[in-house]
C-alpha cells in the first residue's frame, strides 16, 4: 500500500499470525453468541471489548456496543442516575481510545466516539486535550481533523480561532494535507457567513494565494500546498453561473427543410436544418451544471407557442436533474398557406434564485436569446427514403469546400459566438489580475525546477485566464496559450507516464478548444460531403479524425454540427455528445470503444441517422466495469422500459445483449456499421434490424 513493497512473513511471523487469528475466531464466537441472544451483561460486554481492542475494524461489535449502551442507559436504575449515564458513557469512550491505540484509522472507532458524545454527557474539552494528543502523533490524520470539526461545533468555537490553529499547524509542517483542506472548509464557511474581516472575499484569496506561495517555493515537489492552490484557482474562476451559448444561437435566422431534403448543397449549417417534422430543438448551454431549468424560470415569446406548456429536459448521461445543457422543443403549426411562415423567437431568463447550480452558485444575469425561424408550407405528401443511399465515410467522398463560402460560414460561426447573450456587465479585472499574478509566479519557479505538478497548475492557469478571458469578451484570439498548454501536458507524459491517461485526456480537451477557437485552424476540419445518392444531409462537415483524441470537450461550440467524423482516436466513451441535438450522422469507427455502455450519450440524440462505430473494442473484453451505468433489467434507472412482449423481439434474444437493446432501442438509425467488432456476429445483427424498423443498411448491405 502507498508504493510500500510486501514482503513475504518469516516462519516466526506466521506462526505468530496463526496464534493471533485463533484466539480472534475463538473471541468472535462467543460474542457472536451474545449478540444473537441479546445479552449484554458484563461479562458479554467484556468479551466484546476485548474483541474491538483487538481488532477495531470489526463493524458488528460497534454496532453491538451501541445496542448495549441504549439497553443499560434504559434501565430503571439508571435512566434518572446522571453518575451512572456519564459512567457507562466514559467506559465507551476508554474502549475507543484503547482501539485507536491500536489503530488510529479506524473508521469503526471513531463514529462510535461520535455516537458516544453526541449523548452530551462528556466533556469536549477533554476531547480537545485528547485530540492534541492523537494529532502531534499523526499530524496529518484525516480522521482526527474530522473529528475536531464535530467537536468545534459542539463547543462552538469560532470558525476564526480554528482557523488560527491550521495556520500553526501549516507553520509547523506544510506537508499537513489534512490542515490545508481543514483550511478551505473553514475559509468557505467564512466567505460564505461574510464574516467581518472576510468581506470582499478578493482580499481574502490575495491573502491566501500569498500564504501557500511560502510553501510552493520551500517545497515545489510536495503535494500538500499545490492542492490548496488547485481550491483556490477554483474560487477564483467560481463566477455567478452564465449562459454561454445555445441552439438556434442569437441573432441568427434559420430556415427549416420539412420534407428531409437541403435542395441546394451550398446551405450553411447556420441557416438550414434537415428535419422531416416542424419541430426545431431549442439548447441552452450553461457554464456548469445547473438545476431547475423549467417554464418558470425560461419564458418563450413566440406565436403560437405556449410557454408555460414546454417541458424542459437535462441532457446529461448520468439521467440526473443537473447539466450544463437543458433542452426544450418548438413545435410550429402546419400552416396551409403557399409560401413560409417566419417566426421571432425570444428566450428570456431572467435573473433569479430559480436557475441553481448544485454547488449552489444561481444564474447570475438576465440573458436574452432572439432568433427567427422560417418554416415551408404544410405539405401532405410523404417522404419516401426506400431508395436512399448510404453514406461513405472514406476519404474520396469528402472535398475542400468553396473557400468564400467557408470563411462566410466560420465568419458567421465566430461572430454568433462573439455575441454578447448578457446584458449585465460583470467585472472580471481582480479575477483575471490574479491568474496573471499565479501565472507569473509558476513560471518564476519552473524557470529555476523542473516540477512536475507545477507544470499541471501551469497548464491549469492558463486554461482558466483563457475561459475567464472568453467571458470577458475580450478578443485574445492572436495571443491563444493553447500550444503552450499542450506543449505541457506533452512534458507531463514524458515526465509522469503514470498519468499518461490523464494527461492525454486533457491534452485532447485543450487541442478541441485550440481548433474550434481559431478560424483558420477549423477551416483545415471543415469538408464537404459529395454523394448524389444521399442529398439528405447536411453537407458540412466536422472531420476530427485522425487526432488521438481520448476525450471530448468545447461541446458549447459544437451545438450546431450536424455531420462528424471522429473515426481514427482514441476514445473510450462518447460523453458529451448527448448536448449535440443536430447531429445526424456520426463516424466513431477505429476508436477503443469497448462496450455499447460507452454508447448511452447517443440515445438522447432524436435526430441521429446515420451511426459508424466499426473496427472499435465492443466485446472484446470479459470484465466491463461501466455495464451496470446502462439501464438495464438490473436497476431501476428512469427510462429503462424493458418490456419486449409488443415487438417481434424475444426476452431470449435481449438476454445476451441487453446493453444494445437499452442503446438502440429509441433510436431511428436508417444505417448501422458494427463490423470489425468482436461483438458482431448474425445473433446481434438479427436483434437490430428488428430493433431498428428503419435501418436500412447494416455493414454496408442492405438489410431490407
Same mark, same amino acid.
Given at each position: #500500500?502507498?508504493?510500500?513493497?510486501?514482503?513475504?512473513? =518469516?516462519?516466526?511471523?506466521?506462526?505468530?499470525?496463526?496464534?493471533?487469528?485463533?484466539?480472534?475466531?475463538?473471541?468472535?464466537?462467543?460474542?457472536?453468541?451474545?449478540?444473537?441472544?441479546?445479552?449484554?451483561?458484563? $461479562?458479554?460486554?467484556?468479551?466484546?471489548?476485548?474483541?474491538?481492542?483487538?481488532?477495531?475494524?470489526?463493524?458488528?461489535?460497534?454496532?453491538?456496543?451501541?445496542?448495549?449502551?441504549?439497553?443499560?442507559? !434504559?434501565?430503571?436504575?439508571?435512566?434518572?442516575?446522571?453518575?451512572?449515564?456519564?459512567?457507562?458513557?466514559?467506559?465507551?469512550?476508554?474502549?475507543?481510545?484503547?482501539?485507536?491505540?491500536?489503530?488510529?484509522?479506524?473508521?469503526?472507532?471513531?463514529?462510535?466516539?461520535?455516537?458516544?458524545?453526541?449523548?452530551?454527557?462528556?466533556?469536549?474539552?477533554? $476531547?480537545?486535550?485528547?485530540?492534541?494528543?492523537?494529532?502531534?502523533?499523526?499530524?496529518?490524520?484525516?480522521?482526527?481533523?474530522?473529528?475536531?470539526?464535530?467537536?468545534?461545533?459542539?463547543?462552538?468555537?469560532?470558525? /476564526?480561532?480554528?482557523?488560527?490553529?491550521?495556520?500553526? #499547524?501549516?507553520?509547523?509542517?506544510?506537508? !499537513?494535507?489534512?490542515?490545508?483542506?481543514?483550511?478551505?472548509?473553514?475559509?468557505?464557511?467564512?466567505?460564505?457567513?461574510?464574516?467581518?474581516?472576510?468581506?470582499?472575499?478578493?482580499?481574502?484569496?490575495?491573502?491566501?494565494?500569498?500564504?501557500?506561495?511560502?510553501?510552493?517555493?520551500?517545497?515545489?515537489?510536495?503535494?500538500?500546498?499545490?492542492?490548496?492552490?488547485?481550491?483556490?484557482?477554483?474560487?477564483?474562476?467560481?463566477?455567478?453561473?452564465?449562459?454561454?451559448?445555445?441552439?438556434?444561437?442569437?441573432?441568427?435566422?434559420?430556415?427549416?427543410?420539412v420534407d428531409g431534403s437541403f435542395g441546394d448543397c451550398s446551405l450553411s449549417p447556420f441557416t438550414s436544418l434537415q428535419t422531416n417534422t416542424r419541430i426545431l430543438p431549442l439548447v441552452l448551454y450553461f457554464s456548469e451544471a445547473v438545476e431547475n431549468v423549467c417554464s418558470s424560470t425560461v419564458v418563450i415569446e413566440c406565436e403560437n407557442i405556449a410557454s408555460n406548456e414546454l417541458v424542459w429536459r437535462s441532457l446529461s448521461g448520468d439521467g440526473t436533474g443537473s447539466a450544463q445543457a437543458w433542452l426544450t422543443y418548438l413545435n410550429f403549426p402546419e400552416e396551409h398557406a403557399h409560401s413560409e411562415k417566419a417566426y421571432q423567437v425570444?428566450?428570456?431568463?431572467?435573473?433569479?434564485?430559480?436557475?441553481?447550480?448544485?454547488?449552489?452558485?444561481?444564474?447570475?444575469?438576465?440573458?436574452?436569446?432572439?432568433?427567427?425561424?422560417?418554416?415551408?408550407?404544410?405539405?401532405?405528401?410523404?417522404?419516401?427514403?426506400?431508395?436512399?443511399?448510404?453514406?461513405?465515410?472514406?476519404?474520396?467522398?469528402?472535398?475542400?469546400?468553396?473557400?468564400?463560402?467557408?470563411?462566410?460560414?466560420?465568419?458567421?460561426?465566430?461572430?454568433?459566438?462573439?455575441?454578447?447573450?448578457?446584458?449585465?456587465?460583470?467585472?472580471?479585472?481582480?479575477?483575471? =489580475?490574479?491568474?496573471?499574478?499565479?501565472?507569473?509566479?509558476?513560471? /518564476?519557479? %519552473?524557470? =529555476?525546477?523542473?516540477?512536475?505538478?507545477?507544470? %499541471?497548475?501551469?497548464?491549469?492557469?492558463?486554461?482558466?485566464?483563457?475561459?475567464? #478571458?472568453?467571458?470577458?469578451?475580450?478578443?485574445?484570439?492572436?495571443?491563444?496559450?493553447?500550444?503552450?498548454?499542450?506543449?505541457?501536458?506533452?512534458?507531463?507524459?514524458?515526465?509522469?507516464?503514470?498519468?499518461?491517461?490523464?494527461?492525454?485526456?486533457?491534452?485532447?480537451?485543450?487541442?478541441? *478548444?485550440?481548433?474550434?477557437?481559431?478560424?483558420?485552424?477549423?477551416?483545415?476540419?471543415?469538408?464537404?460531403?459529395?454523394?448524389?445518392?444521399?442529398?439528405?444531409?447536411?453537407?458540412?462537415?466536422?472531420?476530427?479524425?485522425?487526432?488521438?483524441?481520448?476525450?471530448?470537450?468545447? #461541446?458549447?461550440?459544437?451545438?450546431?454540427?450536424?455531420?462528424?467524423? %471522429?473515426?481514427?482516436?482514441? %476514445?473510450?466513451?462518447?460523453?458529451?455528445?448527448?448536448?449535440?441535438?443536430?447531429?445526424?450522422?456520426?463516424?466513431?469507427?477505429?476508436? *477503443?470503444?469497448?462496450?455499447?455502455?460507452?454508447? /448511452?450519450?447517443?440515445?438522447?440524440?432524436?435526430?441521429?441517422?446515420?451511426?459508424?462505430?466499426?473496427?472499435?473494442?465492443?466485446?472484446?473484453?470479459?470484465?466491463?466495469?461501466?455495464?451496470?451505468?446502462?439501464?438495464?433489467?438490473? !436497476?431501476?434507472?428512469?427510462?429503462?422500459?424493458?418490456?419486449?412482449?409488443?415487438?417481434?423481439?424475444?426476452?431470449?434474444?435481449?438476454?445476451?445483449?441487453?446493453?444494445?437493446?437499452?442503446?438502440?432501442?429509441?433510436?431511428?438509425?436508417?444505417?448501422?456499421?458494427?463490423?470489425?467488432?468482436?461483438?458482431?456476429?448474425? *445473433?446481434?445483427?438479427?436483434?437490430?434490424?428488428?430493433?431498428?424498423?428503419?435501418?436500412?443498411?447494416?455493414?454496408?448491405?442492405?438489410?431490407?
Amino acid at each position: #500500500m502507498h508504493g510500500r513493497p510486501r514482503k513475504a512473513p =518469516t516462519p516466526e511471523e506466521q506462526e505468530a499470525f496463526s496464534v493471533k487469528a485463533s484466539k480472534l475466531r475463538s473471541l468472535q464466537s462467543q460474542f457472536l453468541q451474545f449478540h444473537h441472544a441479546k445479552i449484554y451483561t458484563k $461479562e458479554a460486554l467484556d468479551v466484546s471489548a476485548k474483541l474491538l481492542e483487538s481488532n477495531p475494524e470489526y463493524y458488528t461489535a460497534w454496532n453491538y456496543r451501541k445496542l448495549a449502551v441504549q439497553h443499560n442507559l !434504559n434501565l430503571p436504575e439508571v435512566e434518572n442516575n446522571e453518575e451512572s449515564v456519564k459512567s457507562i458513557l466514559d467506559e465507551e469512550l476508554r474502549l475507543v481510545e484503547n482501539a485507536l491505540k491500536r489503530n488510529f484509522k479506524s473508521y469503526g472507532a471513531w463514529h462510535h466516539r461520535k455516537w458516544v458524545l453526541s449523548k452530551g454527557h462528556s466533556s469536549t474539552d477533554r $476531547e480537545l486535550l485528547l485530540l492534541g494528543k492523537f494529532q502531534k502523533a499523526d499530524a496529518r490524520n484525516f480522521h482526527a481533523w474530522n473529528y475536531r470539526r464535530f467537536v468545534t461545533t459542539l463547543k462552538n468555537i469560532p470558525n /476564526e480561532k480554528e482557523l488560527e490553529y491550521t495556520t500553526d #499547524m501549516i507553520y509547523d509542517n506544510f506537508s !499537513n494535507y489534512s490542515a490545508w483542506h481543514n483550511r478551505s472548509v473553514l475559509l468557505s464557511h467564512l466567505l460564505k457567513e461574510k464574516a467581518k474581516g472576510y468581506c470582499p472575499k478578493d482580499n481574502v484569496f490575495t491573502e491566501e494565494y500569498e500564504f501557500v506561495r511560502h510553501a510552493l517555493f520551500t517545497d515545489p515537489d510536495d503535494q500538500s500546498g499545490w492542492f490548496y492552490h488547485l481550491w483556490l484557482l477554483d474560487q477564483t474562476v467560481k463566477l455567478e453561473t452564465l449562459l454561454v451559448s445555445s441552439w438556434p444561437p442569437h441573432g441568427s435566422n434559420l430556415s427549416l427543410s420539412v420534407d428531409g431534403s437541403f435542395g441546394d448543397c451550398s446551405l450553411s449549417p447556420f441557416t438550414s436544418l434537415q428535419t422531416n417534422t416542424r419541430i426545431l430543438p431549442l439548447v441552452l448551454y450553461f457554464s456548469e451544471a445547473v438545476e431547475n431549468v423549467c417554464s418558470s424560470t425560461v419564458v418563450i415569446e413566440c406565436e403560437n407557442i405556449a410557454s408555460n406548456e414546454l417541458v424542459w429536459r437535462s441532457l446529461s448521461g448520468d439521467g440526473t436533474g443537473s447539466a450544463q445543457a437543458w433542452l426544450t422543443y418548438l413545435n410550429f403549426p402546419e400552416e396551409h398557406a403557399h409560401s413560409e411562415k417566419a417566426y421571432q423567437v425570444k428566450v428570456s431568463l431572467a435573473r433569479s434564485q430559480g436557475i441553481f447550480s448544485s454547488t449552489g452558485v444561481h444564474h447570475g444575469d438576465s440573458s436574452h436569446i432572439e432568433f427567427s425561424v422560417s418554416v415551408p408550407p404544410y405539405r401532405s405528401e410523404h417522404v419516401d427514403l426506400k431508395n436512399e443511399g448510404k453514406i461513405s465515410w472514406s476519404d474520396e467522398s469528402f472535398c475542400t469546400h468553396d473557400a468564400q463560402f467557408l470563411e462566410s460560414v466560420l465568419v458567421n460561426l465566430f461572430h454568433l459566438e462573439r455575441t454578447k447573450i448578457d446584458e449585465t456587465v460583470v467585472d472580471y479585472q481582480w479575477n483575471i =489580475t490574479t491568474i496573471n499574478n499565479e501565472i507569473s509566479h509558476c513560471r /518564476e519557479l %519552473l524557470s =529555476t525546477m523542473n516540477c512536475k505538478i507545477g507544470k %499541471l497548475t501551469l497548464a491549469r492557469l492558463l486554461m482558466a485566464h483563457d475561459t475567464l #478571458m472568453s467571458y470577458a469578451g475580450t478578443s485574445h484570439r492572436n495571443v491563444s496559450p493553447h500550444a503552450e498548454i499542450l506543449q505541457l501536458y506533452d512534458d507531463l507524459k514524458n515526465m509522469d507516464p503514470a498519468h499518461l491517461h490523464y494527461y492525454q485526456d486533457e491534452y485532447s480537451i485543450v487541442l478541441l *478548444k485550440q481548433i474550434i477557437s481559431n478560424q483558420e485552424l477549423l477551416l483545415k476540419h471543415c469538408r464537404e460531403y459529395r454523394d448524389p445518392y444521399f442529398p439528405r444531409i447536411n453537407n458540412f462537415c466536422l472531420r476530427f479524425n485522425n487526432l488521438s483524441l481520448s476525450r471530448i470537450g468545447s #461541446m458549447e461550440q459544437l451545438l450546431w454540427v450536424q455531420v462528424l467524423d %471522429l473515426s481514427y482516436n482514441q %476514445l473510450k466513451t462518447l460523453e458529451g455528445l448527448e448536448v449535440m441535438q443536430l447531429l445526424s450522422c456520426l463516424n466513431v469507427s477505429y476508436n *477503443k470503444l469497448c462496450s455499447f455502455t460507452a454508447l /448511452e450519450p447517443l440515445k438522447l440524440l432524436r435526430s441521429l441517422k446515420v451511426l459508424d462505430i466499426s473496427y472499435n473494442e465492443i466485446g472484446a473484453h470479459s470484465i466491463d466495469t461501466r455495464r451496470y451505468l446502462c439501464s438495464s433489467p438490473l !436497476n431501476h434507472r428512469s427510462g429503462g422500459d424493458w418490456k419486449t412482449e409488443e415487438s417481434e423481439i424475444h426476452c431470449a434474444e435481449v438476454a445476451d445483449y441487453w446493453e444494445a437493446y437499452a442503446i438502440f432501442k429509441d433510436l431511428n438509425l436508417i444505417q448501422l456499421d458494427l463490423k470489425g467488432n468482436a461483438v458482431s456476429n448474425e *445473433k446481434i445483427k438479427s436483434l437490430l434490424i428488428k430493433l431498428l424498423p428503419s435501418l436500412k443498411w447494416l455493414d454496408g448491405e442492405s438489410c431490407r
